[in-house]
């Protein structure tokens, strides 16, 4: 399955902050959300192979994920702040409209 | 702006009871709609991935039918369990490939 680490990071604000997503490993395609308190996950990033083809939901450029070689994707926030503390998931998936494959997610905490 | 929406926001049944919810999703540009289960501390786990106006599909004592025309989804589960306790997620893509999300149906099982 997909396996993201850490499971969860505290942090104090200001902090830069880095969390890794392992996809299934035959999965094109790789996509990062984050859930807040209340919400449903919310698009953040969408990697079709190495390229970031939608990064339309990434909040502002303290956000930056990469995805080098087309299979561990990184994401990582500069300069924390208390309205970034979510829980940051990672979905695979094989092709447009087949199920996304998720990981646990990373929690977040910014204190 | 794709808006899905769920209700109720939260369910309480008695074990052995059968339910619904409901997904509703604009009507146009429709490409797919998906089901997650997500149960506390676990990764999101796809239901159903629905394409087609009238489609109906199921999943042991889970299933889920779509009307893509009126734009609306139903979740049915028969005779609840407490395992069954989870957040119930629909997501559509609209135009894009990231998933949008609804809030989410968080169901509780009475013993």
Redo the contacts between chains.
């Keep these: 399955g997909v396996s993201q680490n850490p499971r969860h990071k505290i942090t104090k604000r200001g902090q830069n902050v880095t969390f890794r997503c392992d996809p299934i490993s035959e999965h094109n395609r790789l996509y990062w959300y984050r859930q807040t308190l209340g919400q449903g996950p919310e698009f953040l990033i969408y990697f079709q192979g190495t390229g970031a083809a939608d990064d339309s939901g990434l909040p502002n450029d303290r956000f930056f994920a990469v995805r080098p070689e087309g299979s561990v994707s990184t994401l990582k926030i500069q300069r924390t702040e208390r309205g970034d503390s979510a829980v940051y998931l990672c979905a695979s998936s094989p092709q447009r409209n087949n199920e996304q494959f998720f990981g646990p997610g990373t929690r977040l905490t910014v204190l | 702006i794709l808006n899905?929406e769920?209700s109720p926001q939260s369910l309480h049944v008695q074990e052995g009871d059968s339910t619904n919810f409901t997904c509703s999703f604009p009507s146009s540009n429709f490409?797919?709609l998906?089901w997650?289960r997500w149960e506390t501390?676990?990764?999101?786990?796809?239901l159903f991935?629905m394409?087609l106006n009238g489609d109906e599909k199921k999943k042991g004592r889970i299933s889920a039918t779509l009307n893509t025309k009126e734009g609306y989804s139903y979740l049915y589960i028969k005779g609840s369990q407490p395992e069954d306790s989870a957040t119930y997620?629909c997501?559509s893509?609209g135009g894009?490939?990231?998933?949008?999300?609804?809030?989410?149906t968080h169901l509780i099982i009475q013993p």
């Design positions: 899905v769920q490409y797919a998906h997650y501390a676990k990764s999101p786990e796809a991935v394409t997620l997501a893509p894009a490939d990231g998933l949008t999300f609804g809030k989410g």
